[in-house]
């Protein structure tokens, strides 16, 4: 029998989840594994911060190792990158932070927001709770930092694309579940598009992903891109029109 693309996730999960100490995307709490080239915040040596290159509006990718693009040879092959390439070809003059930082909470994502929505920044992505999934982290401090991370942009006049995660299935079904729902009502209180869960059709499937079966290949990177831009196509389009 073929298992079902959320078992598949929930299997990768549970690999994750079993080498959570070592895998690069969880770190230790209260640190960070070495963060994107130019999108880290102050601290961590940018070689060269968002605010100082050109004005343009810009799509912020606020996320973790899966944002950063851990383990691939450059950062350009990671989804944020991709997602530029495709708003260039649209006709669309955005430019996209690659604002991830492997090991990060949606708590750590919260402490770095306003460096990350320094300049014309239009859209934020948020693609945050995998590592307070893997950690166990209660799913209402989950929520409430997802929460502030929308409204704060919000407040500012960015428009907001939340992407889902699902929890590794070793801390039971009842926080599988509640983790799960964080999203969804993050979404529906602060009305912001959802993608359930942005790994859907990467996750769980063994040439999408490298070595250690956690982290996107190239190709699943831009499958990633694939089910993001469906959405923030309209988005951006709106914008402009």
């Given at each position: 029998m073929?298992?079902?693309s959320?078992?598949?996730?929930a299997?990768v999960l549970?690999?994750?989840?079993?080498?959570a100490?070592?895998?690069a995307?969880?770190?230790s709490?209260?640190?960070?594994?070495?963060?994107?080239?130019?999108?880290?915040?102050p601290?961590?040596?940018p070689?060269?911060?968002?605010?100082a290159?050109?004005e343009?509006p810009?799509?912020?990718?606020?996320?973790?190792?899966l944002?950063?693009?851990?383990g691939?040879?450059?950062t350009?092959?990671?989804?944020?990158a991709?997602l530029e390439?495709?708003?260039?070809?649209?006709?669309?003059?955005?430019?996209?932070?690659?604002?991830g930082?492997?090991?990060?909470t949606s708590?750590?994502?919260?402490?770095r927001?306003?460096?990350?929505?320094?300049?014309?920044?239009?859209v934020?992505?948020v693609?945050?709770?995998a590592n307070?999934?893997?950690?166990g982290?209660?799913?209402?401090?989950?929520?409430?930092?997802?929460?502030?991370?929308?409204s704060?942009?919000?407040?500012?006049?960015?428009r907001?694309?939340?992407?889902?995660m699902e929890?590794p299935?070793?801390f039971?079904?009842?926080?599988?579940?509640?983790?799960?729902?964080?999203?969804?009502r993050v979404a529906?209180d602060r009305?912001?598009p959802?993608?359930p869960?942005?790994?859907?059709?990467?996750a769980g499937?063994g040439?999408?992903?490298?070595?250690?079966?956690?982290h996107?290949?190239?190709?699943?990177?831009?499958?990633?891109?694939?089910?993001?831009?469906r959405?923030?196509?309209?988005?951006v389009?709106?914008q402009t029109s």
């Amino acid at each position: 029998m073929k298992m079902t693309s959320a078992r598949r996730a929930a299997g990768v999960l549970f690999v994750l989840a079993a080498c959570a100490a070592a895998a690069a995307c969880s770190g230790s709490p209260g640190e960070s594994s070495a963060p994107a080239e130019a999108a880290s915040p102050p601290g961590g040596s940018p070689a060269t911060p968002p605010a100082a290159k050109a004005e343009r509006p810009r799509v912020v990718c606020l996320g973790d190792s899966l944002t950063a693009g851990l383990g691939l040879a450059t950062t350009d092959q990671a989804y944020p990158a991709l997602l530029e390439g495709r708003l260039t070809a649209a006709g669309f003059d955005y430019q996209v932070i690659n604002a991830g930082v492997s090991g990060d909470t949606s708590a750590g994502g919260l402490r770095r927001l306003d460096w990350s929505l320094q300049g014309d920044v239009r859209v934020l992505i948020v693609a945050l709770g995998a590592n307070d999934g893997l950690r166990g982290l209660p799913p209402s401090e989950l929520q409430s930092n997802l929460d502030t991370i929308a409204s704060t942009a919000q407040k500012r006049h960015v428009r907001v694309l939340l992407l889902g995660m699902e929890a590794p299935p070793n801390f039971g079904a009842a926080y599988t579940r509640d983790f799960r729902a964080v999203y969804r009502r993050v979404a529906a209180d602060r009305q912001v598009p959802l993608i359930p869960f942005f790994l859907q059709g990467v996750a769980g499937i063994g040439k999408l992903n490298q070595a250690d079966g956690i982290h996107p290949t190239e190709e699943g990177q831009r499958r990633i891109a694939d089910t993001i831009w469906r959405d923030l196509e309209p988005i951006v389009r709106s914008q402009t029109s």
